[in-house]
């Protein structure tokens, strides 16, 4: 079974610069997540979408991020214009049906540092 | 709003040594409880689920525990490995609200270990 797919692996930019993520989950996976991990943290979860619904962005900061899942299968995450604080590991992961008693699967991540 | 701590932040430990690792809870009113390993560079896995009716999950040679009525999980890992080596992070589900069907973990800042061969 494949896992969860992110691209890039890595991205530089500068401030006020905009930037985007791609996610492609699980086959299968009704629901779709991006957290943020700033070094030296735990992961902040910034949306929940299920199939092509949001179900949770209440930590996502809508003036400078946005994302979609237009189709109920991959998703992209964008930041504009992008802040220093920004510069973190964007973490994608999915889950069958979103259940709070399933286990999620993540990807490895896009790396992004804002100069 | 729950706060998820976990002590200490990085361990050493020498090959085959049984270790333990601790996470606490400011808020016992959990769904469950999971722990994960994060390898440098890589995504999270999952590593144990424990829903808060239970007490304990076993897998291969590690064991975690929940008490929930006192905020305190611990993860053990019997004859650790140089594999072992990574970065644990537990994390804690709220019980789900009617409807709204969000699954927000909280998770710690974890425990980075490192197996010393």
């Known amino acids: 079974e494949a896992g969860v797919a992110q691209s890039p692996r890595y991205k530089i930019i500068e401030k006020r610069q905009s930037v985007a993520f791609w996610c492609n989950p699980i086959?299968?996976?009704?629901?779709l997540y991006w957290y943020q991990q700033i070094l030296g943290q735990g992961p902040k979860l910034l949306i929940q979408?299920?199939?092509?619904?949001?179900?949770?962005d209440s930590q996502l900061p809508k003036d400078r991020f946005s994302a979609e899942r237009l189709k109920g299968v991959d998703s992209t995450l964008k930041i504009q214009p992008a802040k220093l604080e920004d510069s973190a590991v964007y973490l994608c992961?999915?889950?069958?049906?979103?259940?709070?008693?399933?286990?999620?699967?993540f990807g490895s991540g896009t790396q992004l540092s804002v100069l | 709003k729950q706060e998820v701590t976990q002590i200490p932040a990085a361990l050493s430990v020498p090959e085959g040594e049984n270790l333990v690792l601790n996470c606490s809870f400011t808020?016992?009113?959990?769904?469950?409880l999971q722990w994960f390993r994060q390898d440098p560079g890589k995504g999270l896995t999952s590593l144990l689920l424990?829903?808060?009716?239970?007490r304990e999950q076993t897998s291969g040679r590690l064991n975690a525990s929940l008490d929930k009525s006192s905020g305190r999980s611990t993860l053990y890992i019997a004859a650790s490995q140089p594999g072992d080596s990574a970065t644990y992070l537990c994390?804690?589900?709220?019980?789900?609200?009617?409807?709204?069907?969000?699954?927000?973990?909280?998770f710690g800042k974890g425990t980075k270990l490192s197996v010393i061969p």
């Open positions: 086959s299968g996976h009704a629901t």
């Open positions: 808020d016992s009113a959990i769904y469950n």
């Open positions: 994390a804690v589900a709220p019980f789900p609200n009617s409807g709204a069907g969000s699954y927000q973990l909280t």
């Open positions: 992961a999915s889950s069958r049906t979103g259940a709070t008693n399933e286990k999620l699967f």
């Open positions: 979408f299920q199939n092509n619904g949001v179900v949770d």
């Open positions: 424990i829903q808060s009716s239970q």
